[in-house]
C-alpha cells in the first residue's frame, strides 16, 4: 500500500515539474465514485495539462486515483471556454478496506477528457463541466463513460 502511494505522489510531483501552475480547486463527481478530486490545471505554452487527485474513504469502499491529461484549449467569446483532451489514471481501490491484506486492486487506464470552462472577470474563479471516458487496461480491459463532473478552481 505504502509503495503505490508513493508511486502515485511521484506521477503526481513528476508530470507538474516542467509547468506553470494555473488554476487549483476541486473536480466534483465525474461517475467514477469518487467525492472529489484536488484538481490542477498546469501551463504548457497555449496548452494544459490537468492532474486530478482523487479519493473516497468510506466504510466499505475506499480509492485513491491520479489522472493526468494533456489538453488543449480554445476560447468561445465572453469568458467561455472549450478543452479536449487525452493521457492516463492509475489508482487503486479497496472492498471492505482490505489495503494490507491482498484485497485491494491496482488499476491502470487511458483517459480522454472534453469540457467547457467559464472564466469570471470580476473574480479569479474558474467553473468547468466535463466528461472523462476511460479505457481500462488493469485489472480488467474495459470502456467506461464515467459522468458530467464540475470543476471549481481559483485562476493565479
Known sequence: ????II???AVFAMSTANAQIQDLGVRFNGGYGYGAELSALWGLGGNRLETDLGWNLGDHWSALSLGVIYQWT???GSGFG????????LGMWSWDNGWDDGEGNFYLALAAQAGIEY???AIPIQ????????????PSTHFDWGGVALGIRYRF
Open 1 to 4: 500500500m505504502k509503495k503505490i
Open 7 to 9: 508511486a502515485i505522489v
Open 74 to 76: 480554445g476560447e468561445i
Open 82 to 89: 472549450w478543452f479536449a483532451g487525452v493521457g492516463g489514471w
Open 119 to 121: 472564466n469570471f472577470d
Open 127 to 138: 467553473l468547468s463541466l466535463d466528461v472523462r471516458p476511460r479505457f481500462n487496461l488493469i
